[in-house]
């Protein structure tokens, strides 16, 4: 997906097992954040960022959505133990992360595997992606900033 595409009305199911639409968000921008795994060392720092900051998120429109494949037992672990005030979609088929194009060949410590890029898309008040902010760019532990910044 690229700026300017209209996001998917379906974005997938929560951590218990509600599914997420486009539409409940109607009239709110959507921060849409894929993650690689729950529980690692930079997906806590991002997820606890955006949970200290959520306020402030929240104040000026912004509803906070993650996304990674693990299941919603996974999800709800992760959101208890960091206290997460948002929901995160459990994309066990790949299909939100397939269609968003943050699946691929990664590479790390010399191995090459499948998985997810960090990345995440402002959606606009119509559904609309406004901004994307990709791997290179996110910075963990101040990923609200960055996106308060251009707001």
Known sequence: MNVGDKAPEILGTDQDG??????????QKIVLYFYPKDSTSGCTAQA???????????????????????????????IEKNELPFPLIADTDLKLVETFGVYG???????????????????????????????????????????????
Not at 48 to 72: F, H, T
């Open 105 to 151: 060949e990664k590479k790390m410590y010399g191995r090459t595997y499948m998985g997810t890029f960090r990345t995440t898309f402002i959606i606009n008040e119509d559904g609309i992606i406004e901004r994307i902010l990709g791997p290179k760019q996110i910075k963990t532990k101040d990923h609200a900033a960055q996106i308060l910044a251009e707001d």
């Open 18 to 27: 509600k599914e997420i639409k486009l539409s409940d968000y109607k009239g």
């Open 48 to 78: 606890c960022n955006l949970r200290d900051n959520y306020k402030e998120l929240r104040d000026k429109g912004y509803v906070v959505i993650g996304a990674s494949i693990q299941d919603e037992k996974s999800h709800k672990k992760f």
